[in-house]
């Protein structure tokens, strides 16, 4: 059994910062997929970032670049996403996402987080 366990989500204004947090733990030696997804209201899941945990290579949106980073913590099976720079659009619930091969597409994805919100007040 796969599991993944998001925190760090919440509330802050226009500018501010949040780091979010996801460990996974379980069988997840052929899961070299992780990323993060983000799903607004009445808006398809999109993703945010990805990167695959043996080769590093990553993906990141053309809305977040510059702004957001992606980052893998090996020894403890957790992937972070460092959000600098929010925006009131950033607002959406966000999820964490294990899959074999990873990338951008939802459909790779096997595994996933319950979500976390992360709200951006103007």
């Known amino acids: 059994q796969v599991q993944l366990v998001e925190s760090g989500g919440g509330s802050v204004q226009t500018g501010g910062s949040l780091r979010l947090s996801c460990a996974v733990s379980?069988?997840?030696?052929?899961?070299?997929?992780r990323a993060w997804f983000r799903q607004a209201p009445g808006k398809e899941r999109e993703c945010v970032a990805a990167?695959?945990?043996?080769?590093?290579?990553?993906y990141y949106v053309d809305s977040v670049k510059g702004r957001f980073t992606i980052s893998r913590d090996n020894a403890k099976n957790t992937v972070y996403l460092q959000m600098n720079s929010l925006k009131p659009e950033d607002t959406a619930v966000y999820y964490c996402?294990?899959?074999?091969?990873?990338?951008?597409?939802?459909?790779?994805?096997?595994?996933w987080g319950q979500g976390t919100q992360v709200t951006v007040s103007s």
């Open positions: 996402a294990a899959g074999v091969l990873g990338g951008s597409s939802s459909s790779a994805y096997n595994y």
């Open positions: 379980g069988r997840t030696l052929n899961l070299l997929g």
């Open positions: 990167i695959r945990w043996n080769a590093g290579s990553i």
